[in-house]
């Protein structure tokens, strides 16, 4: 019973960790008792603060069912003053990006009216962008919603500031009440790789060469090798990643050369590792020394998704797929990608027969599929 309980619960935190990170949610700061924020989105919040230019007394509260409500508004002000306005903090998680669908707010004065500009900033307002400009003053109280769906995309690991300003020449003072940010996040993938290359040298060693869009939490990459007959991959050395606190939305390049390389079949594959430890591995790239062309089937057995792996050497490749009666399924000509997708629709034992028919070479390999 014990464990089965435990297992109920391992399956319920992974599903609601999973529909946290994959769902629209909102993040409100009440202010009617405290500064802080509730949420449903799975990112960091901070309490409300304002710019030097206010006030926020600790005595009486300045929190009640009208809202947060700060002192020392500079009432002759005919601009946005930089120095007033309330502040909303959030910051993306390290495993999920967020994008910003609308904000919505309550704001009052004490019987006079106001001008407001919502400004925000991804690095604490070293540069900022305007999220909405008020263009008439408003009165008494009221209730403001900002829909600017898709304008504010955030990386993860990544804080996102909201500042409201307050302006006008009888401004005296000026409250917020339940500010809400509406977004929608999403789980990020730990490392987009762009491309993964594994050629022979003119000095019979292996270049290995990758390229990745972005990377999330990402610690680096081992590079492994199986050779021919060995059965098992073995790691050849580990290259750190070059994106500052692994992460990075920009382009990286890396490389590594094998000079270990034996003559043969060598497979090469990446595992990269996150900083939390968990590993995704590369698809297998295939190169063999002896100047001979080669392909490599797997996985094996399969679920009929199979890969054609070969060196990458331009030659055209003729495939055939043979059933255990003899019959040809499925043919194929002219082929000249070094990694070849394939499908076979049902399980069985299957023959897959591959020709180079510039050289007459011609390699023939078994798999199974099993549905």
Do not use: C
């Amino acid at each position: 019973m014990k464990a089965f309980i435990k297992l109920f619960l391992i399956f319920f935190v992974a599903i609601f960790s999973q529909s946290t990170i994959n769902a629209q949610g909102t993040i409100t700061w009440a202010l009617t008792s405290d500064g802080n924020a509730t949420t449903s989105t799975g990112l960091t919040t901070f309490p409300v603060s304002v710019g030097s230019g206010l006030t926020l007394p600790t005595s009486p509260s300045p929190y009640s069912s009208l809202g947060v409500t700060a002192t020392d508004w500079n009432s002759s002000a005919s601009n946005v003053d930089l120095s007033q306005y309330y502040e909303y903090k959030v910051r993306t998680p390290l495993n999920a990006t967020w994008v910003v669908s609308s904000i919505k707010f309550t704001h009052s004065d004490n019987g006079g009216s106001w001008k407001y500009s919502v400004r925000y900033s991804k690095d604490d307002f070293l540069t900022q962008g305007i999220f909405y400009p008020s263009n008439s003053p408003d009165s008494s109280v009221q209730s403001t919603t900002i829909y600017r769906a898709g304008i504010i995309q955030m990386p993860v690991n990544t804080t996102l500031t909201f500042r409201v300003y307050a302006y006008n020449s009888n401004v005296k003072l000026y409250r917020n009440l339940n500010f809400v940010i509406t977004g929608t996040t999403a789980a990020a993938l730990p490392v987009t790789l762009s491309s993964f290359t594994a050629k022979q040298t003119t000095d019979n060693n292996v270049s290995l060469a990758w390229v990745t869009s972005s990377e999330s939490v990402n610690k680096g990459f081992s590079i492994e090798r199986q050779e021919e007959g060995s059965g098992k991959f073995q790691s050849l050395g580990f290259i750190p990643s070059k994106a500052e606190g692994g992460n990075s939305q920009t382009t990286l390049a890396y490389s590594f050369k094998d000079v270990t390389a034996k003559k043969g079949t060598n497979m090469y594959r990446l595992v990269q590792e996150d900083l939390d430890g968990k590993k995704t591995y590369s698809e297998v790239r295939v190169v063999k020394l002896n100047g001979q062309s080669v392909s490599m089937v797997f996985p094996n057995p399969s679920n009929g998704a199979v890969n054609i792996s070969r060196t990458a050497d331009g030659k055209k490749m003729n495939i055939q797929v043979i059933d255990q009666s003899g019959t040809i399924i499925r043919q194929l000509s002219n082929i000249t990608d070094a990694n070849y997708k394939l499908n076979i629709q049902k399980s069985g034992v299957y023959t897959i027969k591959m020709t180079y028919p510039e050289t007459g070479e011609q390699s023939i390999q078994r798999i199974v599929v099993q549905k």
